[in-house]
């Protein structure tokens, strides 16, 4: 699942990516409204972790642009002003959570899970589709019952993507996509074969299908 984190801290930027990354999020990074702005046009993101204050101006401006053009991806907003009436304003022109700086990173991730579980109208913290249950805190995942597994980061990050993307065919370059961010060297396309293969002996060869020439699709039932 990838995010975009745009603060232009570049101490605080460095500390969220890194945590978000552990966390077993892909982070493109911005410092800019123009550069965060191309990226979005561009990119595929789950939520938006948005700097209300920059340089070259209002983050509550580009998100509102954003909305208008009827962007819908989940927006924690992060300020240093800490009135309710700058939290109204900004809930207001499009935010969908606020976080007043300085704030711990645990209540950080613990907004974010929140906005993600929101938008996929999961209650708790297990993801569960077609008889697969996910631990997106643990990283683990079990099917029909069994003992739960653990999984590394990326075969939890590829699960994660296409459980939360059911009955849709994903093309690898999407998938790669999801996997791997923009600073990071360019991935080679069978590494998602690779992984996709582990995921399959884990869950059973039919959960996860291919389309020849298309992709894969993760059958929500």
């Known amino acids: 699942m990838k995010l975009l984190l745009l603060e232009d801290d570049d101490l605080l930027g460095e500390s969220l990516a890194e945590t978000l990354s552990d966390e077993g999020y892909r982070v493109d990074t911005a410092t800019r409204l123009r550069v965060a702005d191309s990226l979005m046009a561009t990119e595929e993101y789950a939520l938006v972790i948005l700097d209300i204050g920059l340089p070259d101006g209002s983050g ?43 704030f711990h990173e645990a209540e950080l991730l613990a907004r974010l899970h929140a906005l993600l579980r929101r938008q996929h109208g999961n209650a708790g913290h297990i993801l569960t589709v077609n008889g697969i249950r996910l631990d997106e805190h643990q990283q683990r995942v079990s099917t029909e019952g069994d003992n739960w597994q653990s999984l590394t980061s990326t075969e939890f990050r590829l699960l994660r993507f296409l459980m939360h993307h059911p009955d849709r065919v994903h093309s690898k370059l999407r998938l790669l996509d999801q996997l791997y961010t923009l600073e990071q ?22 959960v996860i299908t291919t389309r020849r020439g298309q992709g894969y699709v993760l059958a929500s039932s």
Do not use: F
Request: glycine share 8%; charged share 40%; proline share 6%.
């Open 60 to 102: 509550l401006d580009l998100l509102e642009r954003w909305r208008e053009r009827g962007y819908r991806q989940p927006v924690l907003a992060l300020t240093a002003r800490d009135t309710w009436e700058d939290k109204v304003v900004g809930l207001r022109r499009g935010a969908d959570d606020y976080l007043t700086k300085p």
């Open 185 to 206: 060297d360019a991935p080679a396309p069978n590494l998602v074969e690779v992984y996709i293969g582990r995921l399959r002996r884990r869950l059973g060869k039919d």
